[in-house]
């Protein structure tokens, strides 16, 4: 019963090679992972939802190398998140120079339920840690980093 | 040091909460304490006015509208973009420590009156004139730290007072005070025992929290000992608070001594502790409790060589003893010579002692029913289990008032006590038990008159209570955010 980070994210939604070098292919490629999982119904809303925050915010690259692209949209029919690791790494602008080899693509669906949000919300949390970052990083297959984000991002 | 936040961005899922985590995390790096408040779209979990009265500055992380900015505007503040609490945390906060000492807002976007680069220009604007904000003045200091050691006192108050009453209701109320609940099981003594035993916890709590708002952690434990202390030398809570406020300042005192690089990462956890604690117990009981043992041995006997000759005069001395500090040595004086009285079959002075010792919490509760305005929420709901408190003859039930304001407060609660001591004697009222309140009403000689005396006298307390609240307004005593005059102060 409990809300787990299974009920977000699978590994079919894990690009530990992502093909894309720069960041409107690279939401795309990740995007498509969400429509093929039927967790997004709309990709061109979809997208546009998130490359218009991407826009409004300025960008959402971090200093840590971590990039959170994310918009909460109509065309989202379950609170998912993807993720990709690229290298060398992909400018997502923001307040960072440097490119983001982490990236996580949040998809929030408009009016959420609170329990959703809240995990998605601890998945951020625990992106300030280094330890976090470095077992993403570290990780050999998406099963891997799926055991990472069992272990570390909780209700 | 201790502070509080604020995060928020449009979308409200990732960056309000890895700012509040990236603050979180550089506050336990710094030592600080932060109480966020994540206004994103997982429901906003508003920080408590506990944490907001014991903090010393504000941090917004938000590119959006802030709720409830005004809760925050008498602290000093820094905004910032999520972004750069994300990335840099650590220039976050060295911002906001320079805010804190300088007493600065530093440039919020709805109150540009502040200024960005000046130092002083902000801190004159709220320090000035004595009513601005109160964190500003050394009074204003001094209350908040009062009010933090108060909010974290009052739930044993509450809990302790309604289960003290209940003892009362259900056991017998003249004898349920000396039974062990250990030897022999009654749910009067159940309920005796454990409301006695949060009571006991009053002046501790109320000690350590205060040296908590003014020092952090390192004040928790010399405040807490200082407030065992109290109990022990019956110094009652204004003792306490003494204590506290002497264990706040004494850390305060030994963060600012060069201890060489070396010894720092055990200053926190051994030196501030262990030196602050000896210091502040040895004030507790050399300098303060043998004064108070010889000042309580010199009051009964005055109080004994008055006799009780004139009877309303002596009913009036019983009220304003009862009142000036509730439990501590002056109370005792008064409420020992009354009870002393009923083995000598004298009967009226215990009356006059009960009556002045109900109208300070039914005083308090009736002022807080008719001038919500001038209390805060904290005190609004204490205000209710007051009426409880004050009708069973538990005068703790005022503490949590006149601890936050003692010198608006205890005033009020003497003049209401002292007339209706003084009334009680005059109507020739009598009582044959020590404790009880109206559970012991049926042992009461002439009990109309005497419950006349009692609302007479909780009138007299509310009316002063509030009088004084009112003559003295300041800002941070309104319950209602939007009340407060702090725009208008800034400007």
Known sequence: MDLTIDDVITTDLIILD???????????????????????????????????????????????????????????????????????????????????????????????????????????????????????????????????????VTL | M???????????????????????????????EIAVETQGSAGSEKVDDAAISGAVGVIYAVDTNVDGRDRFSHLPSVEVTPGEAINHAARVFDRAEQAVEEGVSEAPAETAASGAGGGGAAAAATGGGGDGPGRSSRGGAVRQWLMTGVSYMLPFVTAGGILIALAFLVGDTVTVVEENVYEEFSFGALFFKIGGTAFSMIGPILAGFIA????????????????????????????????????????????????????????????????????????MILVIGEPIAAATEALTAWLEGLGTANAIVLGTILGLMMAFDMGGPVNKVAYFFGVGLIAENVLAPMAAVMAAGMTPPLGLALATAVRKRLFNVQEQEAGKAAWVMGASFITEGAIPFAAADPIRVIPALMLGSAVAGGLSMAFDATLRAPHGGIFVFGLVGNWPLYILAIAIGAVVTAAGVIALKQFHRTPDDAVDPSATTTEAARA
């Open chain 2, 212 to 283: 908590y708002a003014m020092a952090d952690r390192p004040g928790i434990a010399p405040g807490i000992v200082s407030g065992l202390l109290a109990n022990e030398i019956g110094a009652g809570f204004l003792g306490a608070i003494i204590g506290g406020l002497l264990a706040g300042a004494i850390v305060i005192g030994l963060k600012r001594v060069p201890f060489p690089r070396s010894l720092r990462s055990l200053l926190p956890v051994l030196f501030y502790p262990l030196i602050a604690t000896f210091i502040v117990g040895t004030l």
């Open chain 1, 18 to 152: 992502l093909d894309a070098t720069e960041r409107d292919a690279a939401i795309a490629e990740m995007a498509d992972r969400l429509v093929a999982q039927g967790r997004v119904s709309d990709r061109d809303t979809y997208v546009n939802d998130v490359l218009e925050r991407e826009r409004e915010g300025g960008g959402t690259g971090m200093e840590m190398g971590v990039a959170i692209p994310h918009a909460k949209s109509e065309a989202v029919t379950n609170a998912s998140v993807a993720f990709a690791r690229t290298n060398p790494g992909i400018d997502f602008g923001g307040d960072s120079e440097q490119p983001s080899t982490l990236v996580f693509l949040i998809a929030a669906p408009v009016g959420g339920d609170d329990l959703h949000i809240r995990l998605l919300s601890r998945l951020s949390r625990r992106l300030i840690h280094e330890s976090f970052r470095q077992k993403l990083y570290d990780a050999s297959s998406p099963d891997e980093v799926m055991e990472t984000l069992r272990e570390e």
């Open chain 2, 2 to 32: 201790k502070f509080v936040a604020v995060t928020a961005c449009p979308t409200g899922i990732a960056h309000t909460y890895m700012a509040a985590e990236a603050l979180e995390e550089e506050a336990r790096k710094r030592g600080h």
